[in-house]
């Protein structure tokens, strides 16, 4: 029997397991099947406090992981196939093994939808990014293509505007789903330029590990063309890795875990914490504080449990 399993081994994750150790609860924490999260997907990060000169996405959940070490977490590799938050102690099954713990975090986070191209896999941190807060800096004074119609294309172009000289709005269609104020801000900005009625049909050029242009069709024509850039963003959403939970826990209508007064969902004993649970900031310190939150909480449940 646990007295806190943590799912998730992104920075939500690990902070929660570096809280829970120091405070002896000697956390389980199942790192899962994209390890490390979306951190590791990434390279230079600039905007983690403390790391004045940036640091690895890897190498920071790396350290964090050693931290938490420090402190008598346990990690277990591995992912959960199902749960059970019905009663207490919860049941979990990993790989087959079957555990009981009396609190557990959900720190399984967000994936970023991907177009699902094998150069767009290949050049993933390489040009490829799926988010401008942490790689539009490397853009500087460089055209790049952000891909996707909605808020979350509309906020990486904006932002995106800061460094690249020219930022091209790759859309499928000729009517954008973000909302009107997005809207009005993308195109009144001289440096986005809308592409309609297009899909990226290839990410140009895997052979040099790098990427130099994209190749876009027209979905009313059928043509296709190459528009040269350095970076392509990709901005057509997210996905909260909630499926396990899916009638168990109060969510919001896309799969989000619903959380209150702190890190706590709709059923006692259970807490979320990082991008599993934020819609909206999304960034590895606003995961990790929300990590610490949820050990935190889970400390105090225990404790009033006594
Ligand atoms: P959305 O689902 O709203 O938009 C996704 C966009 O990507 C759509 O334009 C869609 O095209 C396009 N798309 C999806 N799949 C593909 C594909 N395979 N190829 C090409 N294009 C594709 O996701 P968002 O992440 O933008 O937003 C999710 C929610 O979060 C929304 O409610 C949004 O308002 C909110 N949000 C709010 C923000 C804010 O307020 N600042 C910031 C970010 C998100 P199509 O339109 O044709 O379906």
Known sequence: ?????????????????LYAGRANLAPLL???LEAGGQLTLTTLVENFPGFPKGVQGPELIELMQKQAAEFGAEFLEGNVTRVDLS??????????????????????????????????RKLLG??????????????????????????????????????????????????????????????????IKPVWNSVVADILDPAKGEVSAVKLKNTKTGEETLKGCDGVFIGIGHSPNTSLFRGQLEMNDV???????GAKTSVPGVFAAGDVQDPVYRQAITAA??????????????????
């Open 255 to 261: 799969g989000y875990i619903l959380t209150r007064e």
């Open 126 to 191: 390489h040009g490829v990014s799926t988010c401008a807060t942490c790689d539009g800096y490397f853009f500087r004074n460089k055209e790049v293509a952000v891909v996707g119609g909605g808020d979350t294309a509309a906020e990486e172009a904006l932002f995106l505007t800061r460094y690249a000289t020219q930022v091209n709005l790759i859309h499928r269609r000729d009517q954008l789903r973000a909302s009107k104020i997005m809207q009005d801000r993308l195109l009144r900005n001289e440096k």
């Open 87 to 120: 009663r207490r102690p919860f049941v979990l099954e990993v790989s087959g093994q079957r555990l009981e713990t009396r609190t557990l975090v959900i720190a399984s986070g967000a994936s970023a939808k991907m177009l699902g191209l094998e150069s767009e």
């Open 1 to 17: 029997m646990r007295n806190v399993v943590i799912i998730g081994s992104g920075p939500a994750g690990l902070t929660a397991a």
């Open 289 to 306: 504080g929300s990590g610490c939150m949820a050990a935190i909480d889970a400390e105090r449940f225990l404790e009033a449990e006594h």
């Open 30 to 32: 199942i790192r899962g």
